[in-house]
């Protein structure tokens, strides 16, 4: 955000200097023949330009919240697996899965987030995640209970997959240099046509290409953020990663009172 303002500020006395420059070297009758052609031009460039714009941004706003609800699932999906691993009668599958959901939490929040800026994951974190899939598929089941909480832990291991999958790739994308060529060219084209306009009163003049230069630097500032969503001024936080940490990882192991309430009464039964 810092540096956006700063570029602004540059750019805008650099705008204004252009003003007082061009009013200086280009004499005004030189323009006045040309203002209704110049007005025509900047109604097809201006319009392009602005669908063109208008058009990223509003894909860019998407796309952020989409891979917003991404990193939300990826979460929710460590949750899940670490919830319905308490259920596991076995102590040794149990207490693995639930260290390598605490050990993969750890190493996105604390390592791979900031890694992310640089565009950049955590090889930590894909090992893991390997573990992980390796030790949910590897347990062996006793009985259809088990059963249906592999299969339910296979499914939160999908998941996971999928959504990190998505979001190593967003951290490593951006905008191409064709593109940011065709935003710039398109914004001084833009600019320059305010030049041949309300020349008789140049503070007016400088005040209405301020503004528009304004607009134009706010949509570009706000493509470059949303368009990086893990490395930009709007940076996504691990905010549910935080949470699952404190509120679903750090619950203490047992095993479900329930399933020990019913053993309890068969064996009571049997007896």
């Keep these: 955000m810092a540096t956006a303002i700063v570029l602004f500020i540059v750019v805008l006395g650099f705008l204004v200097a252009a003003h007082y420059l061009c009013d200086k070297v280009v004499a005004e009758r030189h323009l ?50 670490y919830r319905i691993s308490r259920a596991i009668d076995n102590d040794e599958s149990r207490a693995r899965i639930g260290q390598l959901c605490t050990d993969y939490t750890a190493a996105v929040v604390d390592t791979e987030w900031a890694l992310m800026k640089s565009q950049q994951t955590c090889p930590k974190a894909w090992e893991d995640y390997q573990d992980l899939w390796n030790a949910v598929s590897g347990f062996s089941p006793v009985g259809d209970r088990e059963n249906n909480l ?42 320059i046509f305010a030049y041949f306009f309300i020349r008789r009163r140049m503070k007016l003049s400088v005040i209405v290409t301020s503004l528009v230069a304004f607009s134009l630097m706010l949509n570009v500032w706000l493509l470059d953020a949303y368009s990086s969503p893990y490395s930009g001024d709007l940076q996504i936080q691990p905010d549910m990663f935080r949470l699952v940490r404190k509120q679903v990882l750090a619950a203490p192991d047992f095993k479900c009172p329930l399933l020990k309430g019913k053993r309890s009464a068969s064996e009571t039964k049997e007896l």
Excluded at 47 to 59: D, K, Q, R
Excluded at 168 to 186: D, H
């Design 32 to 81: 006045e023949g040309h203002e209704g052609m110049v007005a025509a031009m900047l109604g097809v460039v201006g319009t392009l330009f602005a669908l063109l714009l208008g058009l990223l941004v509003a894909n860019s706003v998407q796309d952020y919240h989409d891979l917003k609800a991404t990193s939300s699932n990826e979460a929710n999906a460590i949750g899940n697996i």
């Design 150 to 191: 592999q299969s339910a832990m296979l499914s939160s291991m999908q998941v996971l997959g999928e959504t990190r999958r998505q979001r190593a790739v967003a951290c490593t994308s951006s905008l191409s240099l064709p593109l940011w060529i065709a935003i710039g060219f398109g914004s001084a084209s833009t600019l």
